[in-house]
């Protein structure tokens, strides 16, 4: 059994800032990549930043310069500055892992943290 448990989610004024984790637990063999996805309502969920195991990052055009992907071992971060009305949303985590040697990878969602940004 593979968790991912999101935390760090919130209300907070435009302009301000929030840090998301997200812990990964259970038989986890290796972590590929790490990333974090958000759902506004009305909308479908869209990408916002990814890690590799090696450390590359990647953003959405529209947090570029605001968030910051991090990971620790089995942890990933979202620093997210700057905040905007148009960043409220849930936001989930999503891990590419394996379970064991020889075993294919397979995605993993956590539950999802909100994140409103209002005045």
């Known amino acids: 059994q593979v968790q991912l448990v999101e935390s760090g989610g919130g209300l907070v004024q435009p302009g301000g800032s929030l840090r998301l984790s997200c812990a990964a637990s259970g038989s986890i063999f290796s972590i590929n990549s790490m990333r974090w996805y958000r759902q506004a309502p009305g909308k479908q969920r869209e990408l916002v930043a990814a890690?590799?195991?090696?450390?590359s990052t990647n953003y959405a055009d529209s947090v570029k310069g605001r968030f910051t992907i991090s990971r620790d071992n089995a942890t990933v971060y979202l620093q997210m500055n700057s905040l905007k009305p148009e960043d409220t949303a849930v936001y989930y985590c999503?891990?590419?892992?394996?379970?064991?040697?020889?075993?294919?990878?397979?995605?993993?969602w956590g539950q999802g943290t909100q994140v409103t940004v209002s005045s």
């Open positions: 999503r891990a590419l892992l394996t379970t064991g040697w020889g075993l294919p990878s397979r995605i993993y």
């Open positions: 890690i590799t195991s090696g450390g």
